[in-house]
């Protein structure tokens, strides 16, 4: 067992005793579905759980793979070992730990590692068992300046102090990288107009801190973090993540950036970023005829060339020989060549440096020279590049990757000096070629300077703005990163194989059938089933929803550094476009829970193209719509025409409910800092108040009586007490109190979750209970997440008390003014977005086995709001001179309506699809 998987079984088994037990009671699921691979039920008996690869290929020429995999509780106690196998039964090894633990102590979701030894093999038996050990196992040495991991193939030594990050690669003796660093163009200000004269400075990453945070044996994984620095100057955070697998020839990097740049105008005031990069040195040891450049273009193409190439001459040295060099194979000895050749290859130039340039989502351009000072000539182009190249020669190289490459444009890679002893290869994350990076708020407010003309701006563009509310001051961005040590130039089919690894790193996921029978995530959803032309049609519907937010991804260009992963809230019918520009309707910021839509599509499907959608989504939306320096940390972003734009600061879209799918099937490192982020975010009700600019009683902030939304609010701080609580993190004793006691205060409120909202103490983690009865319902609350995280919360904690005020609440939405009124004393007021909520009646169904409430689930799903009954399920073709390019749309579609369809769909079937209506919509 590794040393963090004991220290983590320790821990779990000292918090154990005092774990609470609960029961799973949700109905509706068909516990007998098989999960994709034929298998049925092995996961609700702790039997072999089939894992296979989400794309044809397998493990490629990836360094390994990291995939998580859920538990029924009771099931596998908190110090059980996992072994895996491939279909022939041959073991595999693989490195286990726990990521998240049932309230008894058992086993919740396990992360499992495979390098290597995974390679060949397109499907895997996990079970609990003794692992195989790898045959080269990593090792991991830590000294005073620097830590080394050693794979069994390739030997990386990591710095602590200083601006290497990486301070050399080998391969068994031949150095093969060295100081691989990070590198950060300024610009101060902005060249307006037709002159320009802006200056560039260059900031080296500096460490302020490396630590091991897995040491094998199949995966190790160290953490760098640091900031820019100039002279006496520190910015631009960044946190930096490398994953070492056992047997791998290459590493993977997770590269994170905080912006707290200050772009004010004025000649040198300002924060623009011209170029940001990854850096590398690559000793040169072979002839300039044995050396070799290789540039991915589209798909399989490649740029193939030497530094010196000996093709397309005068005087032709040999058809073996030229044959040789495109192959990248050492050169026989050149007095073995066409003496014409030979005493003329001076006079050969070497091409030492090579630039690839995606400034667009639609185009590259490729060029070359043979040194500085001297002209550059266009060597290609093409549309979107993989964004992977090689420089090296025969005697060793570095193959490198961008993920994401032409999405997050503007990217570029660079080779500098590959003529010389030494080469350098950038791989530009943002390309210092496009314009410089311009994060200013787009518009001055327009005299919008107290809130109730603020509200009026909201009423007009559905955009809420405050002066010095518009700031991307906090925000962040992570790319992913790979790089190939190689002992010689790589064939053709390996580089192939290499880039294909950077396009779609493989993954291994457990199916459908698996994931619904361990009941997590609330058991809202079961594996998708067309047995009846009823639940075909939805299926059909939802099918159509998913394809066309793809297809409207890449038609409308929803691309670039900042704004991939995310999509549009609205539609413009009469522009036939998206409201891009309009407000509160531009981009969606996790408007309604697509999240949830999209990670819920998936986890019933196991659809690989569904699984990618949602990773870009969580990448984003994580990352960009929310803060993670400064006074919000911990707060997201209302949608708005930037992403950052709207002065709606909220828990609503920095909750952790949107990145929980994504971290348990991939136990990815950085989504759960995120998730840890959010722990303490309650502290942020004392910043900024959610509803200031609409209360009519005075109101100041008060530590011991902070205004909580029991909805958007509550639900976003309960998402991150709960995934701190499971994984059993350091603040997990904090967490489960602090849901115990906000469940226990929300129950006692005179009309629990119909009150609305609570005075919340911050030392006591309670709200005081209220001495009157208020009705308070917003059609909102419940949309971000509530309804879920009351669904895992009512199954893991037994509060009959909190379960019936969840229920009452779910009951009573839906239900008639008159029906309202008899229960509160009052009705709920004018609402909105009935079929969002008619998977609360499903909930409630499920819990009372209620055929009245799944009767009326169904009728608000079908007839209420939304896309209903009379929907078209179409598109219509559209073209200039109506729109800038051709395309289709349908004008009813958007971004609100479509998560809540998505939500309501997967959930009522999974709650009370056998009591569906014999009815079909058109």
């Not at 010389?420 to 950038?426: I, N």
């Not at 790319?479 to 396009?503: G, H, I, K, M, Y």
Request: charged share 25%.
């Amino acid at each position: 067992m590794s040393p963090i998987l004991r220290r983590s079984v320790l821990k779990a088994a000292a918090v154990a005793g005092a774990a609470t037990q609960f029961s799973w009671a949700l109905g509706g699921k068909d516990a007998s579905a098989a999960d994709g691979t034929g298998r049925a039920g092995a996961a609700a008996t702790g039997e072999p759980v089939s894992v296979e690869w989400l794309e044809d290929g397998g493990l490629g020429a990836a360094p390994g793979s990291t995939f998580g995999v859920p538990w029924p509780k009771g099931v596998h106690p908190a110090d059980t070992t996992f072994a895996l196998a491939a279909p022939d039964g041959e073991d595999v090894p693989v490195q286990s730990w726990p990521t998240a633990y049932w309230p008894d102590g058992t086993l919740k979701w396990t992360a499992h590692a495979v390098g290597g030894a995974a390679r060949g093999a397109d499907r895997f038996s996990l079970t609990a068992g003794t692992p195989a050990a790898p045959a080269k196992g990593i090792t991991v040495t830590e000294t005073r300046r620097d830590i080394t991991v050693d794979t069994g193939v390739i030997k990386a030594v990591i710095g602590k102090d200083g601006h290497r990050l990486v301070r050399s690669v080998s391969r068994g003796r031949t150095e093969i990288a060295t100081d691989g660093r990070l590198v950060l163009l300024r610009q101060g200000d902005l060249d307006e107009g037709d002159r320009g004269a802006a200056r560039w400075e260059r900031f080296d990453g500096e460490i302020r801190g490396t630590k091991v945070e897995q040491d094998g044996p199949v995966r190790a994984v160290v953490r760098v973090d640091g900031k820019h620095r100039k002279d006496g100057r520190r910015w631009l955070p960044f946190s930096i993540r490398l994953y070492f697998y056992a047997g791998a020839e290459s590493f993977r990097m997770v590269h994170t950036i905080t912006f707290d740049g200050d772009q004010r105008p004025g000649r040198d005031k300002g924060d623009f970023i011209r170029g940001l990069g990854v850096r590398f040195t690559v000793p040169m040891r072979d002839a300039a005829y044995d050396r070799h450049i290789r540039i991915a273009g589209e798909g399989k193409g490649f740029l193939t060339e030497a530094v010196k190439g000996i093709t397309g001459l005068r005087r032709d040295p040999g058809a073996a020989v030229r044959a040789a060099q495109v192959r990248g194979e050492k050169l026989p000895d050149p007095a073995t060549w066409d003496q014409r050749v030979t005493t003329r290859l001076s006079y050969v130039p070497e091409w030492g440096d090579h630039t690839l340039a995606q400034l667009s989502a639609d185009g590259f351009t490729l060029r070359k020279r043979t040194k500085p000072g001297h002209g550059w000539i266009t060597s290609g182009g093409g549309g979107r590049a993989t964004g992977f190249g090689y420089v090296g020669g025969v005697s060793g190289g570095l193959s490198f990757g961008l993920r994401d490459f032409w999405q997050k444009h503007p990217a570029q890679l660079d080779i500098r000096g590959a003529a010389g002893s030494e080469a350098e290869v950038t791989l530009w994350l943002w390309s210092p070629e496009a314009q410089p990076m311009d994060l200013r708020f787009y518009h001055d407010g327009m005299g919008q300077d107290t809130y109730a003309e603020q509200l009026e701006g909201l009423n007009i563009t559905y955009e809420d703005t405050e002066p010095g509310f518009g700031t991307p001051y906090g925000i962040a961005r992570t790319s992913e990163l790979l790089f190939w040590a190689n002992e010689a130039t790589p064939t053709a089919d390996t580089l192939v194989a290499q880039a294909a690894a950077v396009r779609t790193p493989p993954q291994l996921a457990a199916g459908a059938g698996t994931l619904s029978r361990a009941g997590v995530f609330g058991g809202l959803f079961a594996p998708v089933d067309r047995s009846t032309e009823a639940r075909a049609r939805i299926e059909d519907q939802l099918d159509f929803l998913f394809t066309y937010y793809q297809d409207q991804v890449e038609q409308r260009r929803w691309y670039g550094f900042w704004d991939y992963g995310d999509f549009m809230h609205s539609y413009d019918p009469d522009r036939h476009q998206w409201r891009y520009d309009v407000g509160g309707y531009a981009w969606d910021n996790s408007e309604l829970s697509p999240d949830l839509w999209l990670w819920f599509a998936y986890l019933r499907s196991g659809r690989a193209d569904i699984f990618r959608f949602a990773e870009a989504l969580t990448r984003h939306t994580g990352e960009v719509d929310v803060y993670h320096l400064g006074q919000w940390a911990g707060l997201g972003t209302r949608h708005g025409v930037q992403h950052y734009a709207d002065s709606a600061k909220q828990q609503r879209i920095s909750t952790a409910v949107y990145r929980r799918p994504y971290y348990y099937l991939t136990a990815d490192e950085r989504v759960g800092d995120l998730m840890r982020d959010q722990v303490d975010s309650d502290e942020t009700f004392l910043v900024i108040d959610p509803q200031r600019k609409v209360r009519t009683d005075p109101y100041e902030p008060d530590r011991n009586a902070l205004s909580v939304g029991f909805g958007t609010d509550w639900s976003g701080l309960a998402a991150g007490w709960l995934t701190e609580w499971e994984r059993q993190g350091p603040q997990a004793a904090k967490a489960e109190a602090r849901l115990r006691s906000t469940m226990e205060t929300i129950a006692a409120q005179p009309n629990g979750f119909v009150q609305g909202s609570g005075l919340y103490d911050l030392d006591t983690g309670r709200f005081a209970v209220a001495d009157r009865p208020v009705v308070s319902v917003s059609h909102l609350s419940s949309m971000f997440g509530l309804v879920e995280m009351c669904a895992e919360l009512i199954g893991l904690i037994d509060m009959p008390e909190f379960k019936e005020a969840w229920l009452d609440y779910c009951r009573y939405f839906n239900a008639t003014k008159a029906e309202q009124k008899a229960r509160y004393g009052s009705d709920f007021g004018s609402l909105l977005l009935f079929q969002g909520h008619s998977r609360q009646d499903a909930y409630a169904a499920a819990q009372l086995d209620d055929d009245a409430l799944a009767e009326r689930a169904w009728q608000k799903f079908y007839d209420s709001d939304a896309y209903t009954s009379d929907m078209d399920w179409g598109r219509t073709r559209i073209e200039g001179p109506d729109v800038l390019e051709p395309g289709w749309e349908n004008v009813r579609v958007n971004s609100n309506e479509t998560a809540l369809f998505g939500l309501a769909a997967i959930q009522n079937l999974a709650l009370v699809g056998d009591r569906m209506p014999d009815r079909t919509p058109k």
